[in-house]
């Protein structure tokens, strides 16, 4: 069984059925059964089309092996790390997804009791091991397969964040779910805090018909965009593929850049605790940073990826709010958890409190403008960093999560991918006019080097 890939992420994503398959997930379930010997999980998918079956391997791997499971049926990554939390006897929680890779993709997220994140770049080498030797089996299954809902539960707590000291005003808001797993928590919660949202594209459908699920991506937009300024909604909102990621755009369709919405959600944190730190990655732009430190916080800064941010916010009590550049916002108050549903409701509270509409919002929040990620297939990433780096010997080199080059009036980071063999870049600069010189000059220089 090749086992080679695991641990390459934080999480597992591959091709489905070419990579994995359902015997793969099986010996999976039984090989972490083994290595963390919990009593009872919880399993839950995304609406892909090999998630169905690919859990049921999973969740006959766990039960092989003595294992009790909860099955929690087609649900979003934030409420699957949540479980861990709101059921104490839950030992690790378990989401087949492959986030917002294309539909040809599966893969699991995983995370421990209370939230704690599963770092599979640890524990890989154990996993692997068991897999390639699993004995065979002697008996049939002996745990537990069970139904639980936990809609309800998900939906009066994320509630909370939005419900502090006045009501929400009225507005028309454009919800795009991507055909992903965002629709019944949104009707849900619709429902229960009467919030006007017209859904789009609300049926989950692993085929992802209309667009990829993936909001980062400005290409996937277009429809949310067009729908919010046809009709005059007051903002729209798009969820990736598992709903643990959210993008917001305002009235004129202009999309709030994580930076923004870092900043608009630190000032809200930092109004309720004075003086509180807030986290983030090295992509986070100046407007952000300097936006924590005006308003008397601490900007702490951090590697890349999950487990590195949620293990700092545990080890530090002072981290009340964190961002990573991919869309994901974690807060204390969801135990250090990240959740785009959250994260929308603190920005409908803002935009409430504040009496403006979300233009205007998006100016007072955007001083500095960016590129979204960019993506290059590149032949050797290393070197092709190195050789970027040094045609701007003169830059404050920071390394970590890649390069990054800073400069007064621009700065850029150029980083591989955590879970694809891509080369990324990002940049910020204090006008439109540096910013496009400046990115096409350093994405020249990345593909000018990946040709030799």
């Known amino acids: 069984m090749d086992t080679s890939f695991i641990g390459s992420s934080y999480d597992i994503r591959a091709v489905y059925p070419e990579t994995i398959d359902e015997a793969w997930f099986f010996a999976l379930g039984r090989a972490l059964a083994r290595y963390r010997s919990p009593s009872r999980v919880s399993v839950w998918w995304d609406a892909r089309v090999s998630s169905p079956s690919l859990s049921d391997a999973l969740m006959r791997g766990f039960a092989a092996e003595g ?12 409420m699957c790390h949540w479980s861990s939390v709101r059921f104490d006897d839950i030992d690790l929680a378990v989401m087949v997804t492959a986030s917002h890779n294309p539909g040809r993709y599966n893969g699991v997220k995983v995370c421990e009791k209370g939230g704690v994140p599963f770092n599979f770049k640890t524990h890989s ?3 692997r091991s068991i897999m390639s030797d699993l004995p065979e089996l002697l008996g049939g299954q002996s745990g537990t397969i069970e139904f639980r809902s936990i809609l309800e539960d998900w939906i009066g707590h994320v509630s909370a964040f939005a419900a502090w000291e006045t009501t929400l005003v009225p507005l028309r808001i454009i919800a795009d779910a991507g055909n992903g797993v965002a629709g019944p928590p949104l009707e849900a919660l619709a429902q229960s805090i009467g919030l006007n949202i017209d859904p789009l594209y609300f ?14 991506d400005p290409e996937t937009l277009h429809m949310l965009i067009d729908r919010v300024r046809n009709i005059g909604a ?3 909102i798009a969820f990736d593929g598992d709903a643990d990621r959210a993008v917001v755009v305002d009235e004129k369709g202009r999309i709030f850049s994580g930076t ?5 959600i630190a000032k809200i944190m930092l109004e309720r605790h004075p003086g ?9 732009g100046d407007d952000a940073r300097n936006l924590v430190r005006l308003l008397g916080g601490e900007f702490v800064q951090e590697y890349v990826g999950h487990v590195y941010i949620k293990e700092r916010m545990r080890s530090d009590p002072r981290i009340v709010f964190a961002w990573e550049h991919s869309g994901h916002y974690y807060f204390r108050e969801n135990q250090c958890i990240d959740s785009g549903l959250i ?9 409430s409190d504040s009496g403006k509409r979300a233009s205007e919002i998006w100016d007072e929040f955007h001083t500095r403008e960016s590129t979204p990620e960019t993506n290059f297939e590149v032949r050797n990433i290393w070197s092709t960093i190195a050789a970027v780096a040094a045609y701007y010997p003169d ?3 920071i390394d970590g999560d890649g390069v990054t080059l800073r400069y007064q009036d621009w700065w850029c980071n150029i980083r591989p991918s955590s879970n694809e063999p891509l080369l990324r870049l990002n940049v910020e600069a204090q006008n439109r006019e540096t910013l496009n010189a400046r990115f096409f000059e350093v994405a020249e220089r990345i593909r000018a080097h990946s040709k030799e």
């Not at 909860?70 to 979003?76: D, H, I, Q, R, T």
């Not at 509180?276 to 986070?284: E, F, H, M, P, S």
């Open 125 to 127: 080498p154990a996993i």
């Open 67 to 78: 294992v009790n499971v909860v099955s929690l049926g087609l649900v979003s990554t934030d």
């Open 276 to 284: 509180a730190a807030i986290c983030g990655n090295t992509l986070l």
């Open 260 to 264: 923004q919405m870092t900043a608009i």
């Open 395 to 397: 830059a404050q080199r």
């Open 203 to 216: 049926e989950p459908d692993g085929t992802f018909p209309n667009h990829p699920a993936n909001p980062l």
């Open 234 to 236: 007051d903002l729209g």
């Open 343 to 351: 994260a929308f409701l603190v920005f409908l509270r803002y935009l």
